[in-house]
Structures are given as C-alpha cells and as structure tokens.
C-alpha cells in the first residue's frame, strides 16, 4: 500500500551526525543508534496492525517522538505507560541494550533515478540478494527470543528500534521515498511528515519536499533537521528500502571527533557558520565567538541578546556582538574584532572558561577576572604541570588547568599542552592552533560535564 505521507504536517535520515556537503559519487554514510530490546508478547511479538497517531505531530524539545498514550493502549494494551514507549528511543538499563551503527546509502544505479541515494535492505551492494535490514544480529541481546517458556531463534535478531538524526539541504525537486516495516516515523524540522505506525508488513510512503516546503516554512538552500525512528517488533521481516535526492550533510570531520560532534549537534552548539565548513581545519575568532554563545546559551538556558552598540568598525556579525556582550570575548583594539584571525589553545581555553565563570559565578565581569584566578583554580584538583607550563601566558593559566583538572581540554601528547606558537616556524605549520572540531569537542564536553 502506498500513501503519501503528508500525514499531520510535515522529515528524513540520521545521530547522530552532519555537515559538508556531499557529492552525488560519494554514499552517504549515516550514523545511527540501534536498541535492542526482548519480546515481550505485547509490544514486541504483539499484535500486528497499522495504526497511524501514535506519536504526536511535532517532535519533542528531546528530539525524541511525543507518545499518544491513549492510542497505543487501544491497540497493544490497556497496560502500557509512556515509560515503556519512551525506552524505545532512550536508553534503559536492564530493558534494552544499546549500540552505534552506519547506514548507508549508495548511488542510485537506474538512469530514471541520476543523482539519487538509495538502500534496498533486499540486495547487497553487488546486487545479491538479502533477506532484510538486520543491523545487530548476533549482538546485543542476541537472535534467541523466549515467550512464555518456549524459546525461538529466527535466524535473525529482531525486535529492534533505530534512531536518526542528521540535516539534509533542501534542494529544488527533492523527493524522498520510503518504503518498510514495523513502525516508521520521520520529522522535518521536529513536524511530522511520514507515520507508518504498528506493527505491519512492508508499507511506503512518499516525500515531494516542494509540496511542503509552505508548511514547513522552508526555501530552497534552507538545513533541514531530519528525524527518523524506525522500529522493527515481530518476526515476520523487517524491510528498509529508501530512494532519495536530497543533499544529505555529513560530518567532515577527523574520526576520533565524530562522536563528540554528533553530541554537539544534539546540544545544538554547532552554529550555521559550521554546518558546511571542514571541520579539521583552525577556528576563527569569529566561529569561536559563535560556539561559545551557543555553549553558554546551552548552560544557561537563556538566549544571548547582541550587544546594543557595536564597537567593532570590521564585523557586525550578530553571533560576535552577542559573545561581546556576554563578556566572552573582547576585541584586539578598542575599534577591532579581527574576525578571520585564528584562534590559539589557551585562546579557546580561556573563552570557555568565560562561559562557565559567566554562567555559574554571581557578579563575574571579564574586567575583574584575575580577582577570580585563585578561587577558580581553588575549587578543583589541578593536575600537574604542563612539560610547556612555561609558554602557557598567565592570564590563560587559570582557564587551561581548570579545563585540564575537568577532562575537558587535554594536552597534544608526551605532556605538552602547545598553548600557541612560540616561533615562526611554529606559526608557519599552525602549531597550537584549535580546529573547528576541537572546539566543538571541549565545548561539549563542557557543557555535558556542568549542565
């Protein structure tokens, strides 16, 4: 059965990741979360039937589906509760088991579908043939289910959920086609577009992004968020089969960084500025300001206004003028920003460390910083100097060691924290300069640690 799922209002595939752009000859590899969870006989290896409305039409602040409660227990159960539907996307100890895969879609080989992504959970990448998506068998939980005190291995391990979060970058024309079982939801922008609810056999759907673009209030060029939940709860199969030409946005980012930055893409402490940049290369003191409003913004809970006057005669960027007024940051000159100029480790140290005094000390003004040095360091257990202690400037001290003393900031190896650049050859080979991914990185290991 086909419908076209413009099912409440108005989304598409990936965690846990984003940003540069990607080639139509490139896959696009998607990282998901995938749980694995125990029959149960009630919602996994319970009824089979189609019920549309059991999440509600706009995502939760959690980016996490918001149940319709009453729904599900007319279909699976009078004594089901929201915390057993919420451990289907959150982590449960003792109820499901938890791991990270990638999703990948290929490019499409028909001439009808040029520039297209797809994955046929019913053939492999050479064309042979599968018999569906089953992304943890032999792990977790393992493939034996027991009901009752019979005991059942299908060959596979169902009873799974999988959960995504990516962007895509809408594109004039863009479609998506989806078709699978059991459950399926997928947000745009946190607003339903595709419910595919209960327990079924093989059903779709399909996307024309133009057709909702008013209703998501949307232009061509715009990042979309995309969401999608997809469980798989009985035995019977368990299909994905997905066929679109939307410009997915990938991390491009160092390995080691991809999972930090797919935790600052839930914090929401990437800025636009971001979503498309090679996230390897050195920060701005622009882009920094940016991170840092968002991770204060993060800590706070309260949305950082721009400065009323803007000082700076080389910038009105409103992301700097709000960094400015925080306190965050300051100009090189009474009259300049430098926006493009690069930012040192004990530069980006010292910035954070603003947001955290900002944040969590009463009264605190970067004018008065150093009457706080003491105090600051006082109240954690500092670890022993750096091997270059003696290049680190006074004035970062206090910051450097307080993100050292938290696990935040780390030094580069054999001891050494390379603060900046202590010569030219140095500065030549931008040695001690912070990348954009590891700014990102100890922003969210800040605010994981104190929010």
Not at 36 to 48: K, T
Not at 140 to 149: A, I, K, M, R
Not at 308 to 327: C, H, Q, R
Request: glycine content about 6%.
């Amino acid at each position: 059965m086909k419908r076209k799922a413009l099912s409440v209002i108005i989304a598409l595939l990936l965690a846990f990741t984003l940003f540069s752009v990607v080639s139509y000859a490139q896959n696009v590899d998607l990282s998901v979360t995938v749980r694995d969870f125990n029959a149960d006989g009630v919602l996994f290896e319970g009824n089979i039937t189609t019920v549309e409305g059991l999440v509600m039409d706009i995502l939760g602040e959690d980016k996490k589906p918001v149940y319709n409660l009453p729904a599900w227990r007319e279909s699976f159960g009078e004594d089901i509760t929201l915390d057993n539907l919420k451990a289907f996307f959150n982590d449960v100890p003792g109820v499901n088991m938890t791991t990270t895969k990638t999703l990948t879609l290929r490019p499409c080989q028909e001439d009808e579908y040029e520039g297209y992504w797809e994955i046929d959970s019913s053939i492999d990448e050479n064309g042979d043939y599968l018999d569906g998506y089953f992304p943890i068998d032999n792990e977790l939980f393992g493939n034996l289910y027991t009901l009752g005190e019979e005991t059942y291995d299908d060959g596979h391990n169902y009873h799974f959920s999988v959960e995504i979060h990516t962007k895509f970058k809408y594109v004039k024309n863009g479609q998506f086609l989806f078709s699978g079982d059991d459950d399926v939801w997928v947000f745009f922008n946190n607003m339903l577009v595709i419910d595919l609810g209960g327990v079924h056999g093989e059903e779709s759907a399909e996307i024309s992004l133009d057709e909702i673009a008013p209703a998501l209030g949307i232009n061509v060029g715009d990042i979309v968020d995309f969401d999608m939940f997809y469980m798989e709860r009985h035995t019977s199969g368990s299909n994905m089969k997905i066929l679109t030409n939307f410009d997915f946005l990938n991390l491009q980012a160092s390995d080691w960084a991809q999972a930090e930055l797919a935790e600052a893409d839930k914090l929401g402490l990437i800025p636009a500025s971001l979503l498309t940049a090679d996230l390897t290369q050195p920060i701005t003191r622009a882009e920094f300001a940016a991170v840092s409003v968002r991770a204060y913004e993060a800590l706070s809970g309260e949305k950082a206004v721009p400065a009323a006057s803007n000082p700076f005669t080389d910038t009105n960027d409103s992301e700097i003028l709000k960094a400015y007024n925080l306190g965050i940051t300051t100009g090189t000159s009474a009259t300049t920003f430098e926006p493009d100029l690069l930012l040192n480790r004990e530069q980006a140290a010292t910035m954070l460390a603003r947001v955290f005094k900002k944040v969590m000390i009463v009264g605190w003004e970067i004018s008065r910083d150093a009457e706080y040095a003491d105090l600051f360091i006082g109240q954690f257990v500092m670890p022993e100097p750096f091997a270059d202690d003696e290049y680190i400037s006074d004035w970062a001290k206090p910051s450097v060691y307080f993100m050292a003393a938290n696990g935040i900031i780390n030094g580069i190896g054999d001891n050494l924290f390379a603060p900046k650049a202590t010569t030219d050859a140095e500065a030549a080979i931008g040695y001690a300069q912070a990348t954009r991914e590891q700014a990102l990185a100890i922003a969210t290991r800040m605010v994981k640690k104190f929010r």
